[in-house]
């Protein structure tokens, strides 16, 4: 039966294999071309030197790599400012001693609600160290901002650490940070650096030892120095931890907009705390990851910002502020660690009682020293009254006694066993069985030693005053 279908010539073998490899060439010189589009490209660097007010940047050269320093990659140091003055003097102390290249460091100041001279003295601090005449102490761009937030709760230990304020704070301290980065940040930044001006220790490689652990963010331990009286050191940030089944559960609990606190009894979370777990003795390279993380000392790649993340100035997952900020991170892929064994020092700060304290013990002082004053005076008086002849009584004993042979005198010996001493000298009851060394009767003969009361009624009854009184010991 024959086939409906038209009869075609059959291709030959050659216009077959010439066909095959014009397909492949093909693939091939759109493969290479694409690879050389792509390789010319990224060194491509347009010029826009002839428009006008124009800059272009490639916000792949800002990548935040684990050895920023030695790729001159630029760091945004935020410094977050109220009522400062008194911290001032030892934060740029700290500055000067970072050993990141100072010209790579650029510096962003917020002054917020101050009600001393924080302004004026962070302007006097900055000309002094930009003015230094070692050109490697100053730093690169510095920018000062200032915006009050309505911050109406005090600035000493129990009013910021007090728990009623700590919603509110966290949320208003949040919109702060949030205003700092976004106008501070600029598109050749690769890392950005959270740090208080109220730490009192920190090493100057700071910068260094936390970009080398290549984290997205990540933060030192906090501790605090105390007085000897309340045990001489404390964990100061608590808001470095990993989640835990009993916050996750508290949090169900509470309202859409309550933000849970750490270190307060009022929200028990059994988290681990990245302060709790510190060893004096431990590698400082270990590290933590983390979930809510603290404000006091903050490395992160500034691509994290640039991603979406903030300082969410609400209630995010029943946090705010940084602990939310370590949440949101988290929650959108960045790495969020800590590490345990590598500690800064945050100034002790007293609290109410610990003034309170510290006011009693004032008193206590004052007192003592009043009491030793007295002392002195009464001592003064005593001397000038009366004569102390005690040392005077031992020299006259020594002179007469020094020519004495008291070896060969007679030894007397009592036995005062069974007298109730007492009643003998109530009345006068004769002693009895008085003895010499070789066990001899000294007193009123055989009677006084055999007890017969009739004979030594008849006899002298001596007293011990008697014999005292009697008794020669120049004779045998």
């Known amino acids: ?31 290479l071309l694409t690879s050389k589009l792509l390789f010319f490209g990224s060194l491509y660097i347009p010029n826009f030197d002839k428009v006008e007010n124009t800059e272009y940047y490639d916000l792949m050269d800002a990548h935040g790599y684990k050895d920023g320093w030695r790729r001159e990659e630029r760091v945004l140091f935020c410094v977050p400012l109220r009522d400062a003055s008194p911290h001032l003097p030892m934060f740029f102390n700290h500055m000067r001693n970072l050993t990141y290249p100072h010209h790579l460091i650029d510096l962003a100041f917020l002054v917020s609600d101050s009600s001393d001279n924080t302004m004026g003295d962070l302007k006097q ?25 309505g911050q109406s709760i005090g600035q000493g230990f129990s009013d910021r650490h007090g728990f009623a304020a700590q919603g509110p704070r966290r ?47 990540i933060v030192p331990n906090v501790w605090r120095p105390l007085p000897d009286w309340l045990g001489n050191q404390q964990p100061y940030d608590l808001n470095s931890w990993q989640e835990s089944d009993g916050g996750l559960q508290l949090a169900n609990t509470l309202d859409e907009d309550a933000v849970i606190v750490e270190g307060y009894v009022e929200y028990s979370t059994w988290r681990p705390h990245l302060a709790y777990l510190r060893d ?33 100035a609400f209630s995010f997952e029943k946090h705010a502020e940084t602990e939310a900020f370590g949440k949101l991170s988290k929650r959108m892929g960045f790495s969020v660690y800590g590490l345990p064994h ?10 109410s009682d610990d003034l309170k304290h510290m006011e009693w013990m004032a008193q206590e002082e004052a007192k003592q020293k009043e009491e030793e004053k007295l002392r002195g005076i009464y001592d003064k008086i005593w001397n000038e009254g ?34 109730d001493e007492e009643e003998y000298f109530k009345k006068s009851v004769p002693i009895k069985n008085v003895v010499d060394g070789n066990g001899e009767p000294i007193i009123a003969g055989a009677d006084a030693v055999s007890g017969d009361k009739a004979a030594a009624d008849d006899e002298t009854q001596l007293t011990e005053k008697d014999i005292l009184a009697n008794f020669d010991p120049t004779k045998e």
């Open 1 to 31: 039966m024959n086939s409906l279908s038209p009869d075609y010539p059959k291709a030959s073998p050659l216009r077959t294999s010439c066909g095959r490899l014009s397909v492949i060439g093909v693939v091939v010189f759109v493969l």
């Open 125 to 149: 601090h900055i000309n002094d160290i930009q003015n230094d005449p070692d050109v490697s102490v100053r730093f690169g761009e510095i920018e000062i901002f200032e915006k009050d937030f």
């Open 171 to 217: 949320k208003l301290m949040a919109r702060a940070r949030n205003w700092l980065w976004t106008v501070a940040i600029k598109p050749y930044h690769s890392w950005v650096y959270w740090r208080d001006a109220d730490v009192e220790t920190v090493p100057g490689e700071i910068l260094e030892d936390l970009m080398h652990h290549d984290k997205d963010v």
């Open 280 to 312: 004096p003795y431990g590698d400082i390279e270990v590290e933590m990851p983390l979930d809510g993380i603290g404000g006091v000392s903050i490395l992160c790649r500034a691509s994290v910002f640039r991603a979406g993340s903030h300082f969410p």
């Open 342 to 351: 590598y500690v800064i020092w945050h100034i002790y700060e007293p609290s």
């Open 386 to 419: 009366f004569e102390d002849v005690q040392d005077s009584w031992k020299a006259d004993k020594i002179n007469i006694m020094k020519n004495t042979d008291m070896s060969g005198h007679r030894k007397i010996v009592v036995d005062w066993s069974g007298v």
